[in-house]
């Protein structure tokens, strides 16, 4: 069936970057849209962006637009998020989630979550 | 601030039915997108409950519904289980954003 396992948690200062990765296994990696789902602690859901691998072209949330980069390597089937100029409201923890043959929605599968925290 | 509106929070006791709402508007909802549930146990990964308008994935039992109308949607749960308390999240898509939204999510608890 089909996995995707997260990297592990990260500590950052404020004003650095971060790279989250997410690997995918069980399934065929490029035909699926690959989106990032973030929960700061106690907080909801908020979409980030996603990709379809086969296409390459990323969609960001405007929220994000500037900040943040989306990209896959097919080779490794992995999915990567970076997240730059983080300030102590980008701690949270960080998931990747699977779309379905259909489209980019709705996230049929999800990683475990990578916590990151972001000091000052 | 979420575009689509849940309250912050329902309760029901063992047995009963419950209902969550999410409220959108004529850039999401209202534009026929498509209207998806989650449930967030604590401490885990959200997981697909309801996906385009009323459909279940394998092993959601059917005690959780989805309806839409207008501008809004709703989940119902019905035979309310002590294994239900958890968030509840909505989804859907956002023209004018040009991107997936979610709802600020509906914590239930069982009485």
């Known amino acids: 069936q089909v996995q995707l396992v997260q990297s592990g948690a990260e500590v950052k200062k404020a004003g650095s970057s971060v790279k989250v990765s997410c690997k995918a296994s069980g399934g065929t990696f490029s035909s699926y849209a690959i989106s990032w789902v973030r929960q700061a602690p106690g907080q909801g859901l908020e979409w980030m962006g996603g990709?379809?691998?086969?296409?390459?072209?990323?969609n960001y949330a405007q929220n994000f637009q500037g900040r943040v980069t989306i990209t896959t390597d097919e080779s490794t089937s992995t999915a990567y998020l970076e997240l730059s100029s983080l300030r102590s409201e980008d701690t949270a923890v960080y998931y990747c989630?699977?779309?379905?043959?259909?489209?980019?929605?709705?996230?049929?599968?999800w990683g475990q979550g990578t916590l990151v925290t972001v000091s000052s | 601030q979420s575009v689509l509106t849940q309250p912050p929070s329902v309760s029901g006791a063992p047995g009963q039915r419950v209902t969550i709402s999410c409220t959108g508007s004529?850039?999401?909802?209202?534009?026929?997108?498509?209207v998806h549930w989650y449930q967030q146990l604590p401490g885990t990964a959200p997981k697909l409950l309801i996906y385009?308008?009323?459909n279940r994935p394998s092993g959601v039992p059917d005690r959780f519904s989805g309806s839409k109308s207008g501008t809004s949607a709703s989940l119902a749960i019905t035979g309310l289980q002590a294994e239900d308390e958890a968030d509840y999240y909505c989804?859907?898509?956002?023209?004018?954003?040009?991107?997936?939204?979610f709802g600020g999510g509906t914590k239930l608890t069982v009485l």
């Open positions: 989630a699977r779309g379905t043959a259909a489209g980019m929605t709705p996230f049929e599968y």
């Open positions: 004529s850039s999401n909802i209202g534009a026929h997108y498509d």
């Open positions: 989804q859907s898509y956002d023209s004018s954003l040009s991107g997936s939204i």
């Open positions: 990709i379809i691998p086969i296409f390459g072209a990323p």
């Open positions: 385009g308008y009323n």
